[in-house]
């Protein structure tokens, strides 16, 4: 079994830093592909960033030039630089990975960031 833990969100003020990790464990051969998304109050979760084994990146246009992606493949982890936050980005911020031999995505349990004006 594969799980990912979350960790780094709180609450900022706007224009605030803030960076989320993710720390992969269990029977992992290998991980094809690492992404963050998020779920604001009453919204479809959506996604932020994703970066794969081989490291091609792609983020939503909301977060482009604020965001960083980034993965450690050797100790399973991938990181999300937030600059310059905004309210609006405010939300839950979940983990995915999808992992070699294990059928269906695997999610983190969240972690909230929330960004006051």
């Known amino acids: 079994q594969v799980h990912l833990v979350e960790s780094g969100g709180g609450l900022v003020q706007a224009g605030g830093s803030l960076r989320l990790s993710c720390a992969a464990g269990?029977?992992?051969?290998?991980?094809?592909?690492r992404a963050w998304y998020r779920q604001a109050p009453g919204k479809q979760r959506e996604l932020v960033a994703r970066?794969?084994?081989?490291?091609?990146?792609n983020y939503a246009d909301s977060v482009k030039g604020r965001f960083t992606i980034s993965r450690d493949n050797t100790h399973n982890t991938v990181d999300l630089q937030m600059n310059s936050l905004k309210p609006e980005d405010t939300a839950v911020y979940y983990c995915?990975?999808?992992?070699?031999?294990?059928?269906?995505?695997?999610w983190g349990q969240g972690t909230q960031v929330t960004v006051s004006s």
């Open positions: 995915h990975a999808v992992v070699v031999g294990v059928k269906g995505d695997v």
């Open positions: 269990g029977m992992i051969v290998s991980i094809a592909a």
């Open positions: 970066i794969t084994r081989d490291g091609n990146i």
